[in-house]
């Protein structure tokens, strides 16, 4: 039986998007079918071999840890029992995406909503939206990352200010989370790595955006990286280059205000815009690029 799940449309700058229920919900972990624990089961062993040599090391690792596996979808409440005594935070059930607002509170707590469905068979290389696998594999791993860890709370916290001050503030912060968390790479003493959770959980582009000659690859720049539109239908033309998660939670320790004020008037950059003051690791060919879409 297919349960009834988006409740309805919001018109944001992306047209309209569904936006869920916002009820924290119990995992309906005995209602997973044979055929979901086979998808959780394929794209676990998919992603972990790709991701040799190309992830950073703490997804194996903390995976292990987590005792996540290819054997069954894990129960949230197993993750906790490891999750909350390391770093404090927590797993919630959740329908999918929430609204703005309630997604930072739950950061700025120490919570993260985990969409409690998978996706079907016939996505498992493309899916709009995140569905159980993106979360488990591909964020959950760095919350037991001690500096990532604050990071996500300082970022949910940063996310609630943000939001008071107006949708400008709030674009400048969700390039941020996009371009580190969902799709930052990492240099690490074995060579580039990945930490983005959307890389992590796409087979596409976990090879694309370390081996292919297309994308950029610049050095992490807090405002330049927060002034930087991005693609949502499409692989990165840019990928944002961190030297360590330290390095990272002390760029984005400053207060932000000042920074939303000054950028206000700033022009933003396309996605594939290269400027001179970059720290450049790759300059893209652009083969393949779109001309429009970037948001
Ligand atoms: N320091 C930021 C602020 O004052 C908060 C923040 C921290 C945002 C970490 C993102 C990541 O708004
Ligand atoms: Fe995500």
Excluded: C
Excluded at 61 to 72: F, G, K
Excluded at 138 to 144: E, F, I, Q, S, T
Excluded at 201 to 206: D, F, P, Q, R, Y
Aim: negative net charge; glycine residues 6%.
């Amino acid at each position: 039986m297919e349960t009834p799940r988006r409740v309805e449309h919001q018109m944001t700058d992306k047209g309209y998007v569904p936006v869920y229920t916002t009820t924290v919900i119990e995992q309906p972990w005995d209602t997973y079918t044979a055929v979901d624990h086979d998808t959780w089961a394929t794209l676990f062993k998919r992603q972990r071999e790709i991701l040799v040599g190309r992830a950073a090391k703490e997804f194996v690792t903390n995976q292990e840890r987590l005792h996540m596996t290819a054997d069954a979808i894990p129960r949230f409440s197993d993750l906790n029992r490891v999750l909350k005594p390391a770093t404090g935070w927590e797993l919630i059930a959740v329908e999918g995406l929430l609204p703005e607002l309630t997604f930072f509170e739950h950061l700025a707590n120490r919570r993260f909503p985990v969409t409690w469905w998978i996706r079907k068979p016939e996505q498992l290389d493309y899916l709009a939206e995140p569905d159980m696998f993106h979360d488990l594999f591909g964020h959950v791993p760095l919350l037991l990352n001690p500096v990532f860890a604050d990071y996500m709370q300082a970022y949910g916290a940063g996310g609630v200010k943000a939001a008071a001050i107006g949708p400008e503030a709030l674009q400048n912060l969700t390039r941020l989370y996009w371009y580190t968390v969902e799709f930052g790479l990492i240099r690490t003493d074995e060579g580039l790595r990945i930490y983005g959770a959307g890389i992590v959980s796409s087979k596409g582009e976990s090879i694309y955006s370390l081996e292919s000659p297309a994308p950029n690859r610049i050095g992490f720049d807090l405002e330049r990286v927060m002034q930087t539109r991005y693609r949502i239908d499409t692989y990165q033309k840019t990928y944002f280059v961190i030297d360590s998660y330290e390095e990272l939670m002390e760029a984005t320790r400053p207060d932000f205000t000042p920074i939303y004020a000054r950028l206000h008037d700033a022009p933003s950059h396309a996605a594939g815009d290269v400027l001179a003051t970059d720290t450049v690791w790759q300059r893209g060919s652009g083969e393949g690029w779109l001309n429009d879409g970037d948001v």
